[in-house]
């Protein structure tokens, strides 16, 4: 499900819109992310596809793009949401994702957050540790409602055997993520002394872009155990078994989705656990490869053996290199034959970690370039870091721009940081 293609003028296309239009638009203006709303509903489609009809929430982890065409998109496709706080609950409830589909997980929960939660009755707050136990019902009393509860479990996953990166690597015991196993029979009977809580749910999430299904299925495997055990003194209405589902941004991925939830639901269903609902809460996977960060070069330079291309993106717009070495594919936004040179992409941030790597680009390269598979955990962790804009979104559907939310004005760091 590519959504990137080339005209037959050599246009780089995101849904059938060629990009050249996005960077001539002054609406957008670069640095701007293109989404392509019409393949981001076809993934969530597929997604659910794969449960073959058994009951299944496809909860959406919306830290992966939290705009509001997405979330609403992916709510008319049936899909509910994963949040970790209060400003992303609040924006699936407005966005009218159904709150019996929203699981709320996060390890340091507010008052403030537990009370919204709690207020708009969603299907789950994910417990994350035994301590949090005593202060989720404190705030349930106050309410005095009954909470739906779940715990998010740590199924002490080894970081190598997820072959993920060390810092989306989340179910290993060293990591501040979920209740250890061991701990969870105190916190059963901890539950229990608080008429106020009512456990439904046992998940737990273990990392992120994983390229094959075997971790995904081994941390199943002993999260549908610990479930089956605790189902067995307390009926559960459901498992969770986290995102992570991998994508691939030019090294290849294995496994699709689907290949991860059909292992994933034949598990469940030889644990015994076939009737309770399946949760997932993928975030990359449904958005990943369906957006771009287009960018205009701004200057080149030559020094020594070394060639570099300064392009008007920089690590505060996608911040994934510079925090997980991750590397994405870039390329001109319209082809060219002319010879090819190693050159290193870097943007105008005053930082080293400002690199986007080494690319084989025309020598002759000028204009702009697009930065693939960046729709997940791009603009959502964009930062005004050197006084700079946040980039502009524009969405795409049926071959056309649909909607576009333009770049910060100018002048507005410079009004924010004089409110001091
Ligand atoms: C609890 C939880 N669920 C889901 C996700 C989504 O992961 P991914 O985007 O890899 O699917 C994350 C990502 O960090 C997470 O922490």
Request: include cysteine; aromatic fraction near 6%.
């Given at each position: 499900?590519?959504?990137?293609?080339?005209?037959?003028?050599?246009?780089?296309?995101?849904?059938?819109?060629?990009?050249?239009?996005?960077?001539?638009?002054?609406?957008?203006?670069?640095?701007?992310?293109?989404?392509?709303?019409?393949?981001?509903?076809?993934?969530?489609?597929?997604?659910?596809?794969?449960?073959?009809?058994?009951?299944?929430?496809?909860?959406?982890?919306?830290?992966?793009?939290?705009?509001?065409?997405?979330?609403?998109?992916?709510?008319?496709?049936?899909?509910?949401?994963?949040?970790?706080?209060?400003?992303?609950?609040?924006?699936?409830?407005?966005?009218?994702?159904?709150?019996?589909?929203?699981?709320?997980?996060?390890?340091?929960?507010?008052?403030?957050?537990?009370?919204?939660?709690?207020?708009?009755?969603?299907?789950?707050?994910?417990?994350?540790?035994?301590?949090?136990?005593?202060?989720?019902?404190?705030?349930?009393?106050?309410?005095?409602?009954?909470?739906?509860?779940?715990?998010?479990?740590?199924?002490?996953?080894?970081r190598e055997a997820l072959a993920t990166h060390a810092h989306i690597a989340t179910g290993h015991d060293e990591a501040k993520f979920g209740i250890p196993i061991d701990l969870v029979g105190a916190g059963l009977d901890d539950v229990d002394r608080h008429a106020e809580l009512a456990l439904?749910?046992?998940?737990?999430?273990?990392?992120?872009?994983?390229?094959?299904?075997?971790?995904?299925?081994?941390?199943?495997?002993?999260?549908?155990?610990?479930?089956?055990?605790?189902?067995?003194?307390?009926?559960?209405?459901?498992?969770?078994?986290?995102?992570?589902?991998?994508?691939?941004?030019?090294?290849?991925?294995?496994?699709?989705?689907?290949?991860?939830?059909?292992?994933?639901?034949?598990?469940?269903?030889?644990?015994?656990?076939?009737?309770?609902?399946?949760?997932?809460?993928?975030?990359?996977?449904?958005?990943?490869?369906?957006?771009?960060?287009?960018?205009?070069?701004?200057?080149?330079?030559?020094?020594?053996?070394?060639?570099?291309?300064?392009?008007?993106?920089?690590?505060?717009?996608?911040?994934?290199?510079?925090?997980?070495?991750?590397?994405?594919?870039?390329?001109?936004?319209?082809?060219?034959?002319?010879?090819?040179?190693?050159?290193?992409?870097?943007?105008?941030?005053?930082?080293?970690?400002?690199?986007?790597?080494?690319?084989?680009?025309?020598?002759?390269?000028?204009?702009?370039?697009?930065?693939?598979?960046?729709?997940?955990?791009?603009?959502?962790?964009?930062?005004?870091?050197?006084?700079?804009?946040?980039?502009?979104?524009?969405?795409?559907?049926?071959?056309?721009?649909?909607?576009?939310?333009?770049?910060?004005?100018?002048?507005?760091?410079?009004?924010?940081?004089?409110?001091?």
């Amino acid at each position: 499900m590519d959504s990137v293609t080339r005209d037959g003028d050599g246009q780089l296309c995101l849904g059938g819109v060629a990009l050249s239009t996005v960077v001539g638009d002054p609406r957008a203006g670069t640095p701007a992310y293109v989404y392509d709303l019409g393949a981001i509903r076809a993934e969530a489609r597929a997604m659910r596809a794969a449960f073959d009809g058994a009951p299944h929430v496809v909860a959406y982890a919306v830290k992966a793009n939290s705009a509001g065409a997405i979330v609403r998109v992916l709510r008319e496709e049936g899909c509910g949401a994963d949040v970790v706080s209060g400003p992303e609950l609040a924006l699936c409830l407005e966005a009218g994702v159904p709150p019996d589909r929203v699981v709320y997980s996060g390890v340091a929960k507010t008052d403030a957050e537990l009370d919204l939660a709690i207020g708009a009755g969603i299907l789950a707050i994910q417990i994350e540790s035994a301590e949090e136990i005593p202060r989720v019902a404190a705030r349930a009393r106050a309410a005095a409602r009954r909470v739906h509860v779940s715990f998010r479990v740590n199924p002490a996953v080894e970081r190598e055997a997820l072959a993920t990166h060390a810092h989306i690597a989340t179910g290993h015991d060293e990591a501040k993520f979920g209740i250890p196993i061991d701990l969870v029979g105190a916190g059963l009977d901890d539950v229990d002394r608080h008429a106020e809580l009512a456990l439904v749910g046992i998940g737990s999430h273990v990392g992120s872009q994983l390229v094959t299904t075997e971790p995904y299925v081994v941390a199943a495997r002993k999260l549908f155990a610990l479930a089956r055990e605790v189902h067995a003194r307390r009926p559960l209405s459901f498992v969770d078994t986290g995102g992570g589902f991998g994508v691939d941004y030019g090294a290849g991925c294995e496994a699709a989705p689907a290949d991860f939830i059909r292992a994933t639901r034949k598990e469940q269903v030889a644990a015994g656990l076939g009737s309770l609902a399946l949760l997932c809460e993928p975030g990359r996977s449904l958005v990943a490869k369906h957006g771009v960060l287009v960018a205009c070069i701004l200057q080149r330079k030559a020094a020594h053996h070394r060639r570099w291309v300064m392009i008007d993106a920089g690590m505060n717009d996608l911040m994934r290199p510079a925090l997980y070495q991750a590397r994405h594919r870039i390329v001109p936004l319209l082809a060219t034959q002319g010879p090819l040179a190693d050159v290193t992409v870097v943007g105008p941030v005053c930082e080293s970690t400002d690199d986007f790597g080494v690319y084989a680009l025309p020598e002759d390269a000028s204009g702009a370039v697009a930065i693939l598979d960046a729709g997940a955990y791009g603009f959502t962790m964009a930062s005004r870091y050197n006084g700079r804009a946040l980039p502009a979104e524009v969405f795409v559907e049926g071959g056309r721009v649909v909607g576009s939310v333009p770049r910060d004005p100018p002048g507005a760091w410079i009004a924010d940081r004089l409110r001091s």
